[in-house]
């Protein structure tokens, strides 16, 4: 390879991660809000447009680092920058998130604990069992710190599974040299 041809010298992949992390992360924790103010949070459909909106935003990264690079991109170049958007989107993404719900609008939070409970309880469990639940979600998971824990882990094992699959997809392996 000859590095002084701009032509076979690979693209940089760090200001294309940092970019589209924070573009992937403001855009769905935008929605999020969305569904916060709306109340539809806890919609499974409304849901997965977040992971909609994750997926066409990581196909255009991929692809501009492709046209970027040659109209070239391993697989594994592709998985480690989906990978680590992944892991930083939902960093950023969860942080917010945990901000919101801590220091503007808790409501939400009260309103999981309620549904929860209700669910529980038209369950048949008894009250005992609810109770015991209820105590891990109050103290957790329904906290700032449980939905900045679980959307993060959340996120990175969603975005490694996407990013494999994307990278499969969207490779395109270099030419041979002659």
């Not at 991109?73 to 942080?95: D, N, R």
């Not at 719900?101 to 549904?115: C, G, K, N, P, R």
């Not at 038209?122 to 979600?137: A, F, P, R, T, V």
Request: hydrophobic share 55%.
């Amino acid at each position: 390879m000859n590095v002084n041809n701009p032509e076979t010298v690979p693209v940089s992949k760090w200001p294309i991660i940092w970019k589209f992390s924070f573009i992937i992360a403001g855009c769905t924790f935008a929605y999020t809000l969305v569904l916060y103010l709306t109340g539809l949070y806890a919609s499974f459909g409304m849901g997965l447009l977040s992971l909609v909106i994750t997926i066409v935003l990581l196909v255009v990264c991929l692809r501009k680092y492709r046209s970027l690079n040659n109209n070239s991109m391993t697989f594994g170049t592709a998985a480690v920058i989906g990978i680590l958007i992944s892991i930083i989107a939902s960093a950023i993404h969860s942080a917010l998130n945990a901000v919101y719900l801590a220091f503007i609008d808790d409501s939400t939070l009260i309103a999981m604990t309620e549904t929860t409970m209700r669910a529980l309880e038209d369950s048949g469990m008894n009250g005992d069992q609810i109770e015991m639940i209820m105590g891990l979600y109050k103290n957790f998971l329904f906290t700032p710190i449980g939905i900045f824990v679980t959307g993060i882990i959340s996120g990175v094992i969603g975005g490694v599974i996407i990013s494999l699959i994307l990278a499969a997809i969207l490779k395109k392996d270099p030419p041979l040299a002659a």
